[in-house]
């Protein structure tokens, strides 16, 4: 890894180049587990500018996104930082991590979620914000928000509902408990669960099987997905066909159509 201090300042963001096509992100702050403070959600915005703008010319397809240190991907909101707000102040901080969670969960490349430990409260928020989900058997996963006389406010109240149901979603946000990985997997939001040494092995394996597809493709399948969501049947299937119809005017897929009949693996070029 490069030099991460910033003018003396330890960095709480650690991007780093991983192979072709493929970054990854760590939240870096182990001995806080890795918690959203106000310096991590300032270098977590401005990451994300970056890769907003770089992400294509850069040809990146995939990111990976994960917790330093054994514990924890996300343990939450910094709860210290929170003590003592008024609520005009915690509603203004509420608005700031929901636009960096929008803004990472509309990044135009597949982000992946790598959860080695706790994420919970912001950090289950920051990997539901993530395309899918990776988990290690030691992930625990949990909106503790009611716990501290909370609710959530990153996103998961609406986010959770949407990806799990009301009733999944209510019973996390209600209960406040933690859940492994393997029960999130059965309720749905956890892809595979895999052994926590083979982690980050696993989130390459699916980062090089996503940015081996065509990526003009990848990108509209995140919009398709991320928009229908707020749509009717009717309104989202609308929308699915315009984007299949853009898909004909992009190198990539003559390239793919290509590929198959010529029976060779397609060079997509991200066009
Ligand atoms: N904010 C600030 N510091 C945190 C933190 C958080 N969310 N989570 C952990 N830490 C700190 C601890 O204070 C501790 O620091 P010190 O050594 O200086 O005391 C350090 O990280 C290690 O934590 P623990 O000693 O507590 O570790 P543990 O293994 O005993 O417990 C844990 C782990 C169960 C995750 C526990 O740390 C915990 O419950 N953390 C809080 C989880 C939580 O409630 N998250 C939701 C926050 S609110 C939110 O996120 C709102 C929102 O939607 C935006």
New binding site residues.
Partial sequence: MSDHSLGGIEATLIFEKMGEHMGRLTLNRP???N???SQLLEELSAELERLESQAEKEDLRVLIVTGAGE??FV????????RGLSSDQAEA??RR?QKIMGRLSELPLVVIAAVNG?A????C?LALSCDFILASEKARFG???V??G?I???G?TQRLSRSLGAHQARFLALSGE?FSALQMREMGLVSEVVAPEELEARSLHWAQIVASRGPEATRRVKRAVARGLDLSLAEGLEWEAQLFGQTFSTQDHHEGLAAFIEKRKPQFKGQ
């Fill in positions: 001995q806080a587990l918690a959203l403070n514990k924890a343990a939450g909101a910094d709860i210290k930082e929170m901080l509420a991590g706790f919970l409260g912001g950090g928020e909106l503790p928000e716990s501290l909370l959530p406010g990153y998961g933690m």
